[in-house]
């Protein structure tokens, strides 16, 4: 199971949250009745001009390992409202050790849409074409202020790999109301 989060300054609760409820979802999954070999890794990601594009953290089975990581993940950065998306997704599809016998699913949790606007080679088209060649499906997790140009693309990530897309609220106002807190 492998997050690619969003770590710029507005995403601190959805951090927060998954530091929160990793033991849930790591007991979940070690309580189905295939016994599964659980591994977490991460693909943290922010934009050009923060302190980093990427931070890779590898597939562990260790969940202590995987919390110490989670642990030092902060929020921070961020500004322009669009994030590099497409670089996170390339790291998540081709630099990740994806067990070839396992089921492979991914989390992309942001609140930003992607920037469509640095002219890479690689997109998130490519990411999600590679990702369902390989077997990876991609849940998106939209929160907060995602605007329809950033849910357009979580939506054409999820279809194209078999996730499912999903957005979050916490009773916000304006662009983003309609749900309840919880």
Same mark, same amino acid.
């Given at each position: 199971?492998? !997050?690619i989060?969003d770590?710029?300054?507005?995403? *601190?609760?959805?951090? =927060?949250r998954?530091k ?10 070690? %309580? ?8 977490? @890794?991460? $693909?943290? &990601?922010?934009?050009? @001009?923060?302190?980093y594009? /990427?931070?890779?953290? #590898? !597939? /562990? %089975? ?11 993940? %902060? =929020?921070g950065?961020? @500004?322009? /409202? #669009? ?18 016998? *396992?089921?492979?699913?991914?989390? $992309? ?5 992607p ?9 998130? $088209?490519?990411?999600?074409?590679? =990702?369902? +060649?390989? *077997?990876?499906?991609? !849940? ?8 329809? %140009? ?9 279809? &194209?790999?078999?996730? +499912?897309?999903? !957005?979050?609220? &916490?009773g ?11």
């Open positions: 199971m492998l !997050f989060m770590t710029t300054g507005s995403m *601190g609760e959805e951090i =927060a998954l929160q409820t990793i033991e849930i979802i790591n007991a979940n999954l070690a %309580s189905l009745s295939s016994k599964p070999k659980i591994r977490f @890794g991460m $693909v943290l &990601y922010r934009d050009r @001009g923060d302190e594009v /990427t931070k890779i953290i #590898p !597939f /562990t %089975s260790d969940l202590d390992a995987f919390q110490d990581e989670l642990d030092k993940v %902060s =929020a950065g961020g @500004g322009d /409202t #669009p994030e590099d998306l497409q670089t996170a997704l390339d790291d998540a599809v081709r630099k990740m050790k994806w067990n070839e016998d *396992g089921i492979r699913l991914a989390y $992309v949790i942001t609140d930003a849409a920037h469509l606007d640095y002219g890479q080679q690689y997109t998130y $088209v490519d990411a999600a074409r590679d =990702a369902a +060649r390989a *077997g990876i499906k991609i !849940f998106t997790v939209g929160t907060g202020g995602l605007d329809i %140009s950033g849910e357009i693309v979580l939506r054409q990530i999820s279809q &194209y790999t078999y996730g +499912r897309y999903i !957005f979050l609220t &916490y916000e106002r304006g662009e983003s109301e309609g749900g309840k807190e919880g």
